[in-house]
C-alpha cells in the first residue's frame, strides 16, 4: 500500500521560500510510469494544482506560479520536494502531495503552511 | 476562477440519486480522461472517477462518471449521510499544460 506524508514548516515568512518534502513509502519514486504531485488548498477553498514531476525528473507547473516553483525528485531517500519562493500570504494553504496515475489515486494528509510575519 | 465550472452546491435527500456537472473546453475535458474526488470534512480527497468513467477498486457502483463532449457529469445513486461532502472534478489541460480542477461541489443529504 503506497503511503504519502508531507513534512516541513508549518510557518514561513513573507518573501521567504516555502519549502516541503513528500515521503513515499510502500512504492519506489523511481520505477514506474508515475508523476508525482504538489496541490494546495487555500481553507475554505477549493484544490489548486501546483505542479508534478515524473519519475525520469521531468516537471510541469501551473503557469501562475511557474516562476516561483522547484520540484525536485530524491530517489536514494524517496522523497520529492518542493519549494516556492517569495512567497506571501496569498501562498497560505493546506498542501497535498499525490500519486498521479490515471487520476490522483494516493494522498499525503496534508500539511497547513501559513505566510506570516 | 476555475478553469472547470461546477455548481458551488446541491442537494438531495437520503436514498435520492443526485447528478454534479463540470464543464470545461475543447483544451481540458474536450481532449482528456477526467477524474472526480470526494472530500469529506477535514480530510484528503479520495478518487472516486478515473477516465471518465471507470471506479478505482472499493469505490462502490453507486458512484458513476460520463463525459459528453467539454462536460462532465458525476452521478450518486443511494445517496447516504456520508456521502456529504466535497466533490471535485479535474482534468488536464492540453493549451495549458497543467492539470486543472473545478471549482467543487457541496453535497448536502437532506
Known amino acids: 500500500q503506497v503511503q504519502l506524508q508531507e513534512s516541513g514548516p508549518g510557518l514561513v515568512k513573507p518573501s521567504e521560500t516555502l519549502s516541503l518534502t513528500c515521503t513515499v513509502s510502500?512504492?519506489?519514486?523511481?520505477?514506474?510510469?508515475?508523476?508525482w504531485s504538489w496541490i494546495r488548498q487555500p481553507a475554505g477553498k477549493g484544490l489548486e494544482w501546483i505542479g508534478r514531476?515524473?519519475?525520469?525528473?521531468?516537471?510541469n507547473y501551473n503557469p501562475s506560479l511557474k516562476s516561483r516553483i522547484t520540484i525536485s525528485l530524491d530517489t536514494s531517500k524517496n522523497q520529492f520536494s518542493l519549494k516556492l519562493s517569495s512567497v506571501t500570504a496569498a501562498d497560505t494553504a493546506t498542501y497535498y502531495c499525490?500519486?498521479?496515475?490515471?487520476?490522483?489515486?494516493?494522498w499525503g494528509q496534508g500539511t497547513l503552511v501559513t505566510v506570516s510575519s | 476562477q476555475s478553469v472547470l465550472t461546477q455548481p458551488p452546491s446541491v442537494s438531495a435527500a437520503p436514498g435520492q440519486k443526485v447528478t454534479i456537472s463540470c464543464s470545461g473546453s475543447?483544451?481540458?475535458?474536450?481532449?482528456?480522461?477526467v477524474s472526480w474526488y470526494q472530500q469529506l470534512p477535514g480530510t484528503s480527497p479520495k478518487l472516486l472517477i478515473y477516465?471518465?468513467?471507470r471506479r478505482p477498486s472499493g469505490i462502490p457502483d453507486r458512484f458513476s462518471g460520463s463525459k459528453s463532449g467539454t462536460s462532465a457529469t458525476l452521478g450518486i445513486t443511494g445517496l447516504q449521510t456520508g456521502d456529504e461532502a466535497d466533490y471535485y472534478c479535474?482534468?488536464?489541460?492540453?493549451?495549458?499544460?497543467?492539470?486543472?480542477f473545478g471549482g467543487g461541489t457541496k453535497l448536502t443529504v437532506l
Open positions: 499525490a500519486r498521479d496515475y490515471y487520476g490522483y489515486d494516493y
Open positions: 510502500g512504492g519506489s519514486l523511481s520505477r514506474g510510469s508515475y508523476y
Open positions: 514531476i515524473f519519475t525520469s525528473g521531468s516537471t
Open positions: 475543447s483544451s481540458n475535458i474536450g481532449d482528456n480522461y
Open positions: 477516465d471518465n468513467n
Open positions: 479535474g482534468t488536464w489541460d492540453s493549451s495549458l499544460s497543467a492539470r486543472v
